[in-house]
């Protein structure tokens, strides 16, 4: 029997304790219902082997908890282990489901031992696989050290910082501590493992500090004296916390200790915990509530995989598809996206390989017609027949070429900075303006992208940096937005690179011809601030029956220019 995949979903909360708000999650597996909460400051990704693990026996409901991965904070600076076990249960409402086993690795186990004492009648049963029992001082020393503010920098310093505290985890225990006695007999991650810890890091941001803190300031040996559903704290010989067994003393009944041993057996011990009290089914994933006033998240199946989209349907008419940069992802479409809402529909899915869908729904070598094949595959998904197109940079040339696949169901079209470089251009900008970005051991890569991302706002090309290439508008370099383009790019694990190769390699200038033939409605548009702005006026001018839309440099208003168009020579 095939095994099911791993896919990934959205529950939206709306009348929650914190008000509307969405949960990501990640599902696979057969069987009775278990919760699998991951460690801070991580997401669901870390869950993942464990659930590849267990879903022959499982069916395994891994969601990122407030805050992290995808889904959206508690809205507060301080919340206690009580409010994300609180999270959970209203998560689990969410989804229909009365009652369910949970198993918590790391902070996910502090999770599990405050829902075991405060909703023991939702628990069928719990794993806590590495708590943590803190004495006083201890807890006083984690809460000042273990845990400095992590606040984009306008220089990347950040960065390095965060990299560095990284490998120091593989070090160190506390981390913040460089002593003989606090050394760790472990291998140092690869880069690459190093690099996903990274990227969850930047996920959650400053808020990182919250579900840490909550985790260490729990007073776990009077919640698992309260402990009123059957608990298994364990941890592997190899995890640090194993250590804090021992000081588990007058546990409630429920509550059995048991070391693991390797990893792997020690999640067969869970497994086993597990299958002997859980016996509570789930139904079928089922689509999140709208939410008004905001881009709600979803995913949509497509051939080989699932695409991410945002979306918000407040208004009526004929719906506007964003398409991003090959630098983007729907979160940096989030400012163009905001002007449209409350007066058209409007979505924004990821392009494959890009922000959080799957590289594999290109089903082949990757090219501009592939992911064109792709989105059309989600809005057929979607059941969306006629529609406005508005794609950005290498997004501009997947929307190009979807219109000529396409071209009935295209109500306007609208190209917003369509590479279109000279000869001379294109091969310098392949030859050096696409550097194959990797993970370094020293975290050096960071400090790559970062600057190049920031220069790309100053030159055109940016590698060149010379006085003629100086783009004159006012540049947008908020530390916060090159962070949110940092994690695209870097998420993308190399796809932005091969996506912006292959529309430098696309043939537009023919494509825009069969375009102007097929009479489909287009246009193009720039703004000040466009890295590609410098190629529209050429296009403009060798295709001039294609109105030209001059945008403003804040994106909430291009859609006011967009509809109608501010035509301009």
Same mark, same amino acid.
């Given at each position: 029997?095939?095994?099911?995949?791993?896919?990934?979903?959205?529950?939206?909360?709306?009348?929650?304790?914190?008000?509307?708000?969405?949960?990501?999650?990640?599902?696979?597996?057969?069987?009775?219902?278990?919760?699998?909460?991951?460690?801070?400051?991580?997401?669901?990704?870390?869950?993942?082997?464990?659930?590849?693990?267990?879903?022959?026996?499982?069916?395994?409901?891994?969601?990122?908890?407030?805050?992290?991965?995808?889904?959206?904070?508690?809205?507060?600076?301080?919340?206690?282990?009580?409010?994300?076990?609180?999270?959970?249960?209203?998560?689990?409402?969410?989804?229909?489901?009365?009652?369910?086993?949970?198993?918590?690795?790391?902070?996910?186990?502090?999770?599990?031992?405050?829902?075991?004492?405060?909703?023991?009648?939702?628990?069928?049963?719990?794993?806590?696989?590495?708590?943590?029992?803190?004495?006083?001082?201890?807890?006083?020393?984690?809460?000042?050290?273990?845990?400095?503010?992590?606040?984009?920098?306008?220089?990347?310093?950040?960065?390095?910082?965060?990299?560095?505290?990284?490998?120091?985890?593989?070090?160190?225990?506390?981390?913040?501590?460089?002593?003989?006695?606090?050394?760790?007999?472990?291998?140092?991650?690869?880069?690459?493992?190093?690099?996903?810890?990274?990227?969850?890091?930047?996920?959650?941001?400053?808020?990182?500090?919250?579900?840490?803190?909550?985790?260490?300031?729990?007073?776990?040996?009077?919640?698992?004296?309260?402990?009123?559903?059957?608990?298994?704290?364990?941890?592997?010989?190899?995890?640090?916390?194993?250590?804090?067994?021992?000081?588990?003393?007058?546990?409630?009944?429920?509550?059995?200790?048991?070391?693991?041993?390797?990893?792997?057996?020690?999640?067969?011990?869970?497994?086993?915990?597990?299958?002997?009290?859980?016996?509570?089914?789930?139904?079928?994933?089922?689509?999140?509530?709208?939410?008004?006033?905001?881009?709600?998240?979803?995913?949509?199946?497509?051939?080989?995989?699932?695409?991410?989209?945002?979306?918000?349907?407040?208004?009526?008419?004929?719906?506007?598809?964003?398409?991003?940069?090959?630098?983007?992802?729907?979160?940096?479409?989030?400012?163009?996206?905001?002007?449209?809402?409350?007066?058209?529909?409007?979505?924004?899915?990821?392009?494959?390989?890009?922000?959080?869908?799957?590289?594999?729904?290109?089903?082949?070598?990757?090219?501009?017609?592939?992911?064109?094949?792709?989105?059309?595959?989600?809005?057929?998904?979607?059941?969306?027949?006629?529609?406005?197109?508005?794609?950005?940079?290498?997004?501009?040339?997947?929307?190009?070429? @979807? $219109? #000529?696949?396409? %071209?009935?169901?295209?109500?306007?079209?609208? !190209? =917003?900075? +369509?590479?279109? /470089?000279?000869?001379? *251009?294109?091969?310098?900008?392949?030859?050096?303006?696409?550097?194959?970005?990797?993970?370094?051991?020293?975290?050096?890569?960071?400090?790559?992208?970062?600057?190049?991302?920031?220069?790309?706002?100053?030159?055109?090309?940016?590698?060149?940096?010379?006085?003629?290439?100086?783009?004159?508008?006012?540049?947008?370099?908020?530390?916060?937005?090159?962070?949110?383009?940092?994690?695209?790019?870097?998420?993308?694990?190399?796809?932005?690179?091969?996506?912006?190769? @292959? $529309? #430098?390699?696309? %043939?537009?200038?023919?494509?825009?011809?069969? !375009? =102007?033939? +097929?009479?489909? /409605?287009?246009?193009? *548009?720039?703004?000040?601030?466009?890295?590609?702005?410098?190629?529209?006026?050429?296009?403009?001018?060798?295709?001039?029956?294609?109105?030209?839309?001059?945008?403003?440099?804040?994106?909430?208003?291009?859609?006011?220019?967009?509809?109608?168009?501010?035509?301009?020579?």
């Amino acid at each position: 029997m095939t095994e099911p995949a791993i896919t990934r979903h959205f529950a939206t909360i709306t009348g929650g304790r914190w008000g509307a708000r969405q949960v990501h999650y990640r599902r696979t597996g057969r069987g009775p219902v278990v919760l699998c909460l991951h460690q801070s400051p991580l997401s669901s990704l870390d869950m993942v082997a464990t659930m590849a693990r267990w879903r022959p026996h499982l069916t395994c409901i891994a969601p990122d908890t407030p805050g992290f991965g995808l889904s959206d904070p508690l809205g507060v600076t301080h919340a206690e282990m009580e409010d994300f076990a609180d999270a959970v249960v209203e998560f689990m409402d969410a989804l229909g489901v009365a009652r369910a086993a949970v198993y918590g690795f790391h902070t996910g186990a502090m999770i599990t031992l405050a829902l075991a004492a405060r909703h023991p009648q939702r628990i069928s049963c719990a794993v806590a696989n590495g708590v943590v029992l803190l004495t006083d001082p201890e807890r006083d020393d984690f809460v000042e050290h273990y845990l400095p503010p992590l606040r984009p920098s306008w220089d990347g310093t950040h960065l390095a910082w965060l990299w560095a505290r990284l490998r120091e985890q593989k070090i160190f225990f506390p981390w913040y501590r460089a002593s003989a006695t606090a050394r760790l007999p472990v291998d140092m991650a690869t880069p690459a493992t190093l690099q996903d810890a990274a990227l969850d890091f930047m996920r959650s941001g400053d808020h990182y500090r919250v579900g840490y803190r909550a985790a260490f300031t729990l007073r776990s040996a009077e919640t698992l004296r309260h402990a009123g559903a059957p608990l298994l704290a364990t941890a592997a010989a190899s995890d640090v916390l194993s250590q804090q067994l021992p000081r588990i003393r007058d546990a409630s009944a429920q509550v059995t200790v048991r070391p693991g041993g390797t990893p792997d057996e020690t999640l067969d011990l869970g497994r086993r915990f597990i299958k002997r009290h859980a016996r509570d089914r789930i139904g079928a994933p089922t689509a999140p509530a709208a939410l008004r006033g905001v881009m709600r998240q979803d995913f949509v199946d497509v051939p080989g995989g699932q695409l991410r989209l945002r979306r918000n349907d407040d208004a009526a008419g004929t719906p506007v598809l964003l398409l991003h940069d090959a630098y983007g992802s729907v979160d940096t479409l989030r400012g163009i996206a905001g002007g449209y809402i409350g007066r058209r529909p409007v979505l924004a899915i990821d392009l494959p390989g890009h922000g959080e869908s799957d590289a594999a729904s290109l089903r082949g070598r990757p090219s501009i017609a592939a992911h064109a094949r792709a989105v059309l595959a989600a809005l057929d998904g979607l059941g969306l027949r006629d529609i406005e197109v508005l794609g950005l940079g290498s997004g501009a040339t997947v929307a190009l070429a @979807a $219109a #000529l696949r396409a %071209p009935t169901r295209i109500a306007q079209l609208t !190209l =917003v900075g +369509l590479p279109m /470089p000279d000869a001379a *251009a294109r091969r310098g900008f392949m030859r050096r303006g696409l550097p194959d970005i990797q993970p370094e051991w020293h975290g050096g890569h960071l400090l790559h992208a970062w600057h190049m991302l920031r220069d790309r706002r100053f030159y055109r090309p940016w590698y060149d940096r010379s006085r003629a290439g100086v783009l004159r508008a006012t540049p947008r370099v908020d530390p916060e937005d090159i962070q949110s383009e940092l994690l695209d790019l870097l998420r993308s694990r190399g796809m932005w690179r091969r996506t912006a190769l @292959a $529309a #430098l390699a696309h %043939p537009v200038a023919a494509q825009l011809k069969r !375009l =102007v033939a +097929l009479r489909v /409605p287009a246009r193009f *548009a720039a703004a000040p601030a466009d890295p590609h702005g410098p190629d529209t006026p050429r296009a403009a001018r060798a295709f001039p029956s294609l109105p030209c839309v001059a945008l403003p440099d804040d994106p909430a208003g291009w859609a006011t220019a967009l509809s109608p168009p501010e035509l301009v020579s």
